[in-house]
């Protein structure tokens, strides 16, 4: 194998850690409060526009049943609301509530704190750097 393919094979081992150790890690942190899942699922609904579950399901790329039980689960913690669309009265959309909004802002700050903590020993020049080389990957 060429020294290129052995770079790009440690550059995915080190993806799948880092990716697998920030969703445990954030598990973790926000456990008392929703799932790492949920969060993600909020996330999506904080810009405040109404959506359905199944436009929802695709941005997260996940089946519509599994979207429709993590939404079910932040129905039951009020962090968000399910409601018939004033349009058409056939699609239901979903809001996010104020809960969810105050929710969102305070698992914002412990995510941006862990993310601190962990970047730590990068310099800004470095994280400068993988900023713009992770750009430059999902472009």
Known sequence: MDERREMIHQFEDNIRFLIKNFQRDLGEIFKNEITFHEFLFLKHLGDGKPQMVSSLSKKMKVT???ATAVVDKLLQKGYIN????????RIVELTITEQGIELIKKMDEKKTDYMSEQLESISDSELEILNLLLNKIGK
């Open 64 to 66: 519509a049943s599994y």
């Open 82 to 89: 399910r409601e018939r669309s004033s349009k058409d009265r």
